[in-house]
C-alpha cells in the first residue's frame, strides 16, 4: 500500500516535444506529491511539488496534474530540451510523527534529442 | 543558505566491515533524512531524525543506524557490510512536517 508506481521507465521525446510521465498510488494518506529530477552522479533536485486539494500546478515549463479520485498524477514538460535528459522521480509523502517520509517511483528516464 | 552537503563522495568498504556516512543539513532545516539508491532504481526510506530524535524508520535492518547532533548534522553507520549495500546514500533535509525534502548529492559505497 506504499507504492507508488511510475510510468514509463524510458521516454524519448524531440526537442520541443511535452514528454508525459505519469504515477499512480494506493495510499489516500500519502498527502504531498513532489517530483525530482536527477541528473548522472547527482542527488535528486526538487523540481515541483502539489498538494491533493489541487488539480494542477505550473512552475515555468513543468506541470503536474493530479487526479484524486483515480489516485493518479503526472508531469508534463513543455517545450523540453535537450537539457532536460535526467531522470524523473515521482513521490509521494506521508506525516510521519514530527516529518515526513517520501516513498518515491521507480524513476523514468527521459532523453530529448536536439 | 548553504545546501545540504554529505562526506565522503566515494567509499570503497569489504564485506563484514562499518561505515559511517555524514551530511549537513541545510541552513534552517531541522529534520534529516536518509535513503539508499540501487543503481537504476528509486531512492527508499532508511529512517529520519528530527530533533536528535528516529523519528520513522523503513523496511532496513538494526544494522543501519544512525545519530543526529544538535546543530542537526547527521550521521548513517552501517554495520557488517553486505554486498547488497553498495549504493547511492542519500541524504535530505527538511523543516519538520512541510513535506519539501532538499537532496544532498550523495555517497557512492561499494561494498567489495
Known amino acids: 500500500q506504499q507504492q507508488v508506481k511510475q510510468s514509463p521507465q524510458s521516454l524519448i521525446v524531440q526537442k520541443g516535444g511535452i514528454p508525459i510521465i505519469n504515477c499512480a498510488y494506493e495510499n489516500t494518506a500519502f498527502d504531498y506529491f513532489p517530483w525530482y529530477q536527477q541528473f548522472p552522479g547527482k542527488g535528486p533536485a526538487l523540481l515541483i511539488a502539489i498538494r491533493p486539494d489541487v488539480s494542477e500546478k505550473k512552475e515555468g515549463r513543468f506541470t503536474i496534474s493530479f487526479n484524486k479520485s483515480a489516485k493518479q498524477f503526472s508531469l508534463h514538460i513543455m517545450d523540453s530540451q535537450p537539457g532536460d535528459s535526467a531522470t524523473y522521480f515521482c513521490?509521494?509523502?506521508?506525516?510521519?510523527?514530527?516529518?515526513?517520509?517520501?516513498?518515491f517511483g521507480g524513476g523514468t528516464r527521459l532523453m530529448v534529442k536536439p | 543558505e548553504t545546501g545540504v552537503t554529505q562526506s565522503p563522495t566515494h567509499l570503497i568498504k569489504t564485506r563484514g566491515q562499518q561505515v559511517t556516512l555524514r551530511c549537513s543539513s541545510q541552513s534552517g532545516h531541522n529534520t534529516v533524512s536518509w535513503y539508499q539508491q540501487a543503481l537504476g532504481q528509486g531512492p527508499q526510506f532508511i529512517f529520519q531524525y528530527y530533533r536528535e530524535e528516529e523519528n520513522g524508520r523503513g523496511n532496513f535492518p538494526p544494522r543501519f543506524s544512525g545519530l543526529q547532533f544538535p546543530n542537526y548534522s547527521s550521521e548513517l553507520n552501517v554495520n557488517a557490510l553486505e554486498l547488497d549495500d553498495s549504493a547511492l546514500y542519500l541524504c535530505?533535509?527538511?523543516?519538520?512536517?512541510?513535506?519539501?525534502?532538499?537532496f544532498g548529492p550523495g555517497t557512492r559505497l561499494t561494498v567489495t
Open positions: 535530505a533535509s527538511s523543516w519538520g512536517t512541510s513535506g519539501e525534502q532538499y
Open positions: 513521490a509521494a509523502s506521508i506525516k510521519q510523527n514530527a516529518g515526513n517520509m517520501l516513498t
